[in-house]
């Protein structure tokens, strides 16, 4: 396995959390996950900002996106990141708990490259979120110049 991308989390639960974060971890993706719990310290992360500032200047290979969250919504996140130059390449993921079909219309004409519904079931939930890892940081190949090796 070539080095692995790190996967940006962005998810106020901290139940989503620790789940996300034991199925990533099934496949060794765990240590390469970083967690931020509402829109703006997304934001903060991705513009190496605030906490952030003195983190390395790359992008995640992919981002785990909540909708529904504290400060800046997911939708909001997704626009800022799909208007800005340097980070409108990187994959994101809507992993939410909606079933709306206005945030995934939203979500799609904002440019998400996919979105899944979070399934209540424990075990379903994990099997989707491995997958998810998976496929993301260690299988897509991202765009050139996007994400530093």
């Known amino acids: 396995m070539s080095q692995l991308g790190r996967i940006l989390l962005v998810e106020d639960d901290p139940s989503d959390v620790e789940l996300t974060l034991t199925a990533l971890g099934e496949y060794k993706l765990a240590n390469e996950v970083v967690v931020t719990r509402d829109g703006q ?43 800005d130059e340097r980070l409108k390449l990187i994959p994101v993921v809507v992993l ?12 799609y004409t904002l440019g998400v490259n996919a979105y899944v519904v979070k399934p209540v079931d424990f075990h379903e939930f994990v099997n989707a979120v491995k997958e998810l890892g998976v496929f993301w ?13």
């Open 41 to 83: 310290q997304a934001l903060d992360y991705l513009h190496c900002e605030g906490e952030f500032n003195n983190r390395p200047n790359e992008n995640p290979a992919v981002m785990l996106l909540d909708l529904k969250l504290p400060k800046i919504d997911g939708l909001e996140v997704l626009q800022h990141i799909r208007s």
């Open 96 to 107: 939410t708990s909606s079933h709306e079909e206005k945030d995934k219309l939203r979500s």
């Open 137 to 149: 940081a260690v299988i897509n190949q991202p765009p050139p110049g996007s994400v530093k090796k």
